[in-house]
């Protein structure tokens, strides 16, 4: 591969992805747009996180929960076979390999120990293809906690064995039988459930949406892929700092996580959202579950259900730092169709033995066409977060295959 | 026992005005809840709830997340959105009634914070004023997120009423209450609307906590569906917010006079129940 | 958890789990009843070994595939909830996180690099449930190499996913008509076609079996399993060596190299089948596939169909060197039924969060039969290889449960 | 040409001498294959062989697990083992035909090495010299793992025939040439029993380098179905064995005349390629 003059340009200033944003803003999104009934619920979930941020004694519980029960550090795979086609070197942040198979495990640990710190006993959360939800339940498993998972009935029906594993984990799984009856119907559910049950149990958002402090939250509970992916790039990469991270987009958890490790480096970010769940690319400035991003909408101000292949990123919004980032351009977001997803799925494969799950293929998707099309100069450096493994699509991929 | 007094600086609005009116003579106060476009002749509904003595009446305009509601709101929302529902289109309807002189009670209109941003604050406040609206409920809008609206609201001569919950802890509750407009919206118990088998402890307790902050008309919502619990509420609150318990007769078919005899009872017994709150 | 006085045995003799043996001999086991066509490739492939083997560059691109690629080290968690239970210490050697999710991938990496370096250009292989099909194709799609796999047609029935996502890698899936249509067929089927395929094409068999140097070459490539639990134990145990190590035996790969890594410590192993598998522990000296070890027979000395509900442990065999390993009572064998097996996977997913393949929870099984028993005594300290993790078994819990 | 001598120390058996006699006049030898027990009247097919102008008979005991057989041959041990076909009841079968005498020509068992083990070597060749079998043909017993089984089959006069391969090195072939005793099985080609278009160009090869070092007979298998296949072969080798194509016809249903028939041209064929093989 032929090596490249090294572009750096000036670093952004400082506190981009630092510590929790004043009143939980980034820039004008975020917020705690939460009905009355939770806002002092959300208060003392940001409060009790401060405190357990701080205390090195629940940094280093939540560390060796993560090694030895999630199977942290993950490692850093260069993709050698298809760096070589598509003339980058391309290194992917393996997050498939952690238990229950994608990124979602590292927030769920972590909240799962906070909730056991504020003494609740149960765990709701919201799931859609049911990464988050098994993610959830074997973290409340683990520590013994109960766990309530929110489900649209339509998702219940596609995902039948991610609900079955749901309940062999002990998880109660709720149907939600109202709206579009997917992932934004069953957040909505789960919201709702909370408000008469937040003296016992702690809501678990799945992503970097929601009120204060979740998005903030979630993005420091998901920095680990960022900071382990700076660590190990500094280790392998000549240049230290990779000239791309890129990661896909669904509330935006992973790449939040990714991006964390970065925002201070030269590298540009790229989020990769579906074409049909493009919030960040296309979403227009509105509040839902309790927070103020950007949201898909009609022309009345209603939401509308958002349409991809990969069961992730099936939601209309995107979390409010990532809408911040738009606005600062930090970073950047793109959109893909499902079928670039699926061809970069099989490519994955094919060139490097790794079925990803259709989210990540996003990710990958945008790389080999801003490759091919020059985004991506040859030789420049990718770093690429691949947020879970794809046993949990293949079904789908084989109706299509 | 007296209450404290709000801020005598701001003067209180038309709808606040019209409620402390009817409170200080001994009225327990009614407002019944519909959702807008819910039917094609929707608007008989507020004919009828003035009919049956409403003292305001409170319009939603539906959402398609409506995380703050039970199922029964949940439904009419979807259903008047599958109708073609629209803020603009349920304001224009409104305005055809031009508000408190037509049906001699004032309007309040309740939706969720994204409406609202969609329009923009000023632009969605004047459509409502212009629709003859005196006041605004959104419920995923707390208090520490109203600056952007309250102002405009105030400016535009919409009537801004805050929620309180059993979960707010007293300080706040003061906040609520000296920024409320209108009245103070009381959430009875920590759960969703929706009608419930009886009046929540915590709705005594919440209003209680109220009143020691406020004079200001304090309403109490959720669960509120019978004479009973409309009495029961009448002892703590100045009056009840009867929405879920409407809306399921109307999605069972229930036309406007259906309505009006639904109310009659519960209007009888907010009057028999004539003690001042203590 | 209440301390037991330390019992120790006597370590035995020394070579037990070592070198190459003699003549591809473990006891009077082993050796290379190949087809004289093949007599010749399976020189090659020990010859090639060996050498490869002692080769530190060899073992340095293995190691490296390992960690970067597979994700390696796996962690050693302590089952926290279930020991406090069961009134021992156990300890899981997680293979399940692995990518592909099971130990098998220890072995194809290894067998794959060896290929490229033997300059062969195709990978043959058998599987049963696809476990060990998904990860050779895998390796060969890693390593730029074709692969065949023979898959008996009711196992491709069953388990279609695992077929679809071999063929989504690039492999070819051959479906097996003859025989029982399971495992058993599927390897004779590919000793058959590695008869015309020498020149080119390396068989990658898929567990301690075969003829020589397979049993021992798996066995290497597997006892990496058992010298990092071996280096994890040390850190993690106050006595530095558990008192038991268990593992599920279908050939006996995962338990063979567990064991090897402990070979030489007072540390009890026990090896366990199923129930309708127990070559070990029920099976007459024969041979079959290259190789002379105990398989289940009937009265006329023909080879009988095993039954377990875990597809990995449905071979009527076991690796030589476990039958050696049980003659000279170093290690035991013992069975475990499929509805006790079923028991423990519910058990440890509501207890740790971690729902294992159903092969694992053989072992699993017998840990809690044995704790319940007095067999394992209170306060024993156990590590446990879950050699793969249960995704591929929902379905099939999915039907009882 | 002139053949090395094998060691006259060994004195041939009856089955090798018996093919060393026939060799020695000139004559092609042809082994027809028949899975024992495959039909209830079996044995008549030897008889049919017999009466074909075999020079000697291979009868295979089925194994369930038949590693180096092609389909032809799989299903044959299937089907008879779903008979019911067993060592022992195979073995009685020929016990009552009491083998050469009674057919004129060498009976040859052929099974995989588990089926040996069962019994026990011993008790295996004892039972083999009971039925009137000559020789023992295994093809999952190389000749390094023999040695279990050498001195046994001497001693029970059992010939033990070893298989070389194509991709056997030349000292092995040494090797094996000099321990198999009746004849030196060449394995024609890389791959396993069954029909081929063509006879495969290793099977010269072969043929040549096991001729370097030995003069005993040398039958070519793997393969051979037709005449001009059996011509070919003729002209390296000493003979052919043919079973598949003698499988597939009896499971499609060929009785014994219909193989007498079948096996008639093919023995032609060996009897007019009478130049000595190179
Ligand atoms: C594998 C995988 N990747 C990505 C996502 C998208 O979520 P986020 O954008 O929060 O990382 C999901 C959500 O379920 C997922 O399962
Ligand atoms: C998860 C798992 N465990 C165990 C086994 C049994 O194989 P072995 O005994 O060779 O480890 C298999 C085989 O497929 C398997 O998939």
Redesign the pocket.
Same mark, same amino acid.
């Given at each position: 591969m032929r090596e490249v003059p090294l572009r750096r340009e000036p670093v952004p200033p400082d506190g981009v992805m630092g510590g929790p944003p004043a009143r939980g803003r980034f820039g004008e999104y975020g917020g705690r747009y939460a009905p009355e009934s939770l806002v002092e619920a959300c208060r003392e979930v940001g409060e009790a996180f401060r405190e357990a941020w701080a205390d090195p004694g629940f940094r280093g519980a939540l560390a060796r929960l993560l090694a030895v029960h999630a199977g942290r550090p993950t490692p850093l795979t260069p993709a050698l076979r298809l760096s070589e086609e598509l003339g980058v070197r391309l290194y992917l942040k393996r997050e498939d390999l952690t238990h229950t198979g994608?990124?979602?495990i590292n927030n769920v640990l972590g909240q799962a120990l906070l909730a056991t710190r504020m003494g609740r006993r149960r765990l709701i959360a919201e799931t859609?293809?049911g990464?988050?939800g098994v993610a959830t339940a074997t973290a409340a498993a683990l520590l013994g906690l109960e766990a309530t998972v929110f489900m649209g009935e339509r998702d219940i029906e596609r995902q039948a064995l991610n609900v079955f594993r749901m309940r062999m984990l002990g998880a109660e799984v709720v149907p939600v039988i109202t709206g579009s009856r997917t992932l934004k119907d069953a957040t909505s559910e789960a919201m709702r459930h909370w408000v008469g049950a937040t003296g016992d149990s702690h809501y678990c958002i799945?992503?970097?949406v929601g009120p204060d402090p979740y998005p903030w939250m979630v993005r420091e509970l998901q920095r680990v892929i960022g900071d382990e992916a700076r660590a190990q790039c500094a280790a392998e990469l000549r240049t230290g700092v990779p000239d791309h991270v890129v990661a896909?987009? =669904?509330?935006?958890?992973?790449?939040a996580g990714t991006f964390a490790g970065f925002a201070d480096t030269p590298a540009r970010l790229v989020g990769v959202e579906a074409e049909g769940g493009a919030g960040a690319a296309r979403g227009r400035l509105g509040v839902l579950h309790g927070c103020r991003s950007l949201f898909l909408q009609d022309g009345d101000g209603q939401i509308t259900q958002a349409h991809s292949i990969?069961?992730?990123?099936d939601y209309p919004g995107v979390?409010p730092e990532h809408a911040h980032l738009r606005d600062l351009g930090r970073a950047r977001y793109v959109t893909v169709t499902d079928d670039e997803a699926v061809r970069a799925a099989v490519r994955l494969a094919r060139t490097e033995g790794i079925v990803p799950?259709l989210?990540?293929a996003h990710a990958l998707a945008w790389v080999i066409r801003a490759a091919g099309d020059g985004e991506l100069p040859a030789g420049s450096t990718v770093l690429m977060t691949l947020? =879970?493994r794809g046993d949990k699509d293949v079904s789908t991929l084989k109706e299509l295959l | 026992m007296t209450y404290p007094r709000t801020n005598p600086a701001v003067a209180a609005g038309a709808v606040e005005r019209h409620l402390r009116a009817r409170r200080d003579v001994g009225r327990g106060l009614l407002m019944p809840y519909v959702t807008g476009g819910i039917t094609p002749g929707w608007t008989d509904y507020l004919r009828a709830f003035a009919a049956a003595g409403a003292d305001a009446i409170e319009v939603g305009l539906p959402f398609s997340d409506p995380t703050l509601d039970g199922v029964t709101i949940q439904q009419a929302s979807d259903a008047a959105l599958a109708r073609g529902a629209s803020t603009r289109r349920i304001l224009a309807d409104l305005s055809e009634l031009s508000g408190l002189p037509d049906l001699g009670v004032p309007l309040v209109v309740s939706t969720y914070y994204n409406l609202v941003l969609h329009d923009g604050p000023e632009a969605f406040c004047a459509a409502l004023r212009r629709a003859g609206v005196g006041g605004l409920i959104v419920p995923d809008l707390p208090v520490h997120e109203a600056d952007e609206l309250t102002g405009v609201a105030e400016g535009a001569g919409i009537e801004l009423v805050l929620l309180a919950s059993p979960a707010t802890p007293q300080p706040r509750l003061a906040e609520i209450s000296a920024r409320s407009r209108g009245f103070v919206y009381a959430v009875s118990l920590m759960g969703t609307t929706g009608e419930r088998a009886a009046l929540a402890a915590s709705a005594a307790e919440l209003t209680g906590r109220i009143r020691r902050v406020t004079d200001r008309p304090v309403l109490l919502g959720f669960g509120i569906s019978t004479p009973d619990q409309a009495r029961g509420a009448r002892r703590h609150a100045d009056g009840v917010v009867v929405g879920a318990a409407v809306m399921r007769r109307v999605l069972d078919g229930a036309g406007p006079d259906d309505l009006r005899a639904f109310l009659a009872p519960l209007r009888q017994a907010l009057d028999q129940e004539c003690d001042r709150p203590r």
């Amino acid at each position: 591969m032929r090596e490249v003059p090294l572009r750096r340009e000036p670093v952004p200033p400082d506190g981009v992805m630092g510590g929790p944003p004043a009143r939980g803003r980034f820039g004008e999104y975020g917020g705690r747009y939460a009905p009355e009934s939770l806002v002092e619920a959300c208060r003392e979930v940001g409060e009790a996180f401060r405190e357990a941020w701080a205390d090195p004694g629940f940094r280093g519980a939540l560390a060796r929960l993560l090694a030895v029960h999630a199977g942290r550090p993950t490692p850093l795979t260069p993709a050698l076979r298809l760096s070589e086609e598509l003339g980058v070197r391309l290194y992917l942040k393996r997050e498939d390999l952690t238990h229950t198979g994608s990124h979602k495990i590292n927030n769920v640990l972590g909240q799962a120990l906070l909730a056991t710190r504020m003494g609740r006993r149960r765990l709701i959360a919201e799931t859609g293809a049911g990464q988050h939800g098994v993610a959830t339940a074997t973290a409340a498993a683990l520590l013994g906690l109960e766990a309530t998972v929110f489900m649209g009935e339509r998702d219940i029906e596609r995902q039948a064995l991610n609900v079955f594993r749901m309940r062999m984990l002990g998880a109660e799984v709720v149907p939600v039988i109202t709206g579009s009856r997917t992932l934004k119907d069953a957040t909505s559910e789960a919201m709702r459930h909370w408000v008469g049950a937040t003296g016992d149990s702690h809501y678990c958002i799945g992503s970097v949406v929601g009120p204060d402090p979740y998005p903030w939250m979630v993005r420091e509970l998901q920095r680990v892929i960022g900071d382990e992916a700076r660590a190990q790039c500094a280790a392998e990469l000549r240049t230290g700092v990779p000239d791309h991270v890129v990661a896909c987009v =669904g509330g935006g958890s992973n790449a939040a996580g990714t991006f964390a490790g970065f925002a201070d480096t030269p590298a540009r970010l790229v989020g990769v959202e579906a074409e049909g769940g493009a919030g960040a690319a296309r979403g227009r400035l509105g509040v839902l579950h309790g927070c103020r991003s950007l949201f898909l909408q009609d022309g009345d101000g209603q939401i509308t259900q958002a349409h991809s292949i990969a069961a992730g990123l099936d939601y209309p919004g995107v979390g409010p730092e990532h809408a911040h980032l738009r606005d600062l351009g930090r970073a950047r977001y793109v959109t893909v169709t499902d079928d670039e997803a699926v061809r970069a799925a099989v490519r994955l494969a094919r060139t490097e033995g790794i079925v990803p799950a259709l989210e990540s293929a996003h990710a990958l998707a945008w790389v080999i066409r801003a490759a091919g099309d020059g985004e991506l100069p040859a030789g420049s450096t990718v770093l690429m977060t691949l947020s =879970g493994r794809g046993d949990k699509d293949v079904s789908t991929l084989k109706e299509l295959l | 026992m007296t209450y404290p007094r709000t801020n005598p600086a701001v003067a209180a609005g038309a709808v606040e005005r019209h409620l402390r009116a009817r409170r200080d003579v001994g009225r327990g106060l009614l407002m019944p809840y519909v959702t807008g476009g819910i039917t094609p002749g929707w608007t008989d509904y507020l004919r009828a709830f003035a009919a049956a003595g409403a003292d305001a009446i409170e319009v939603g305009l539906p959402f398609s997340d409506p995380t703050l509601d039970g199922v029964t709101i949940q439904q009419a929302s979807d259903a008047a959105l599958a109708r073609g529902a629209s803020t603009r289109r349920i304001l224009a309807d409104l305005s055809e009634l031009s508000g408190l002189p037509d049906l001699g009670v004032p309007l309040v209109v309740s939706t969720y914070y994204n409406l609202v941003l969609h329009d923009g604050p000023e632009a969605f406040c004047a459509a409502l004023r212009r629709a003859g609206v005196g006041g605004l409920i959104v419920p995923d809008l707390p208090v520490h997120e109203a600056d952007e609206l309250t102002g405009v609201a105030e400016g535009a001569g919409i009537e801004l009423v805050l929620l309180a919950s059993p979960a707010t802890p007293q300080p706040r509750l003061a906040e609520i209450s000296a920024r409320s407009r209108g009245f103070v919206y009381a959430v009875s118990l920590m759960g969703t609307t929706g009608e419930r088998a009886a009046l929540a402890a915590s709705a005594a307790e919440l209003t209680g906590r109220i009143r020691r902050v406020t004079d200001r008309p304090v309403l109490l919502g959720f669960g509120i569906s019978t004479p009973d619990q409309a009495r029961g509420a009448r002892r703590h609150a100045d009056g009840v917010v009867v929405g879920a318990a409407v809306m399921r007769r109307v999605l069972d078919g229930a036309g406007p006079d259906d309505l009006r005899a639904f109310l009659a009872p519960l209007r009888q017994a907010l009057d028999q129940e004539c003690d001042r709150p203590r």
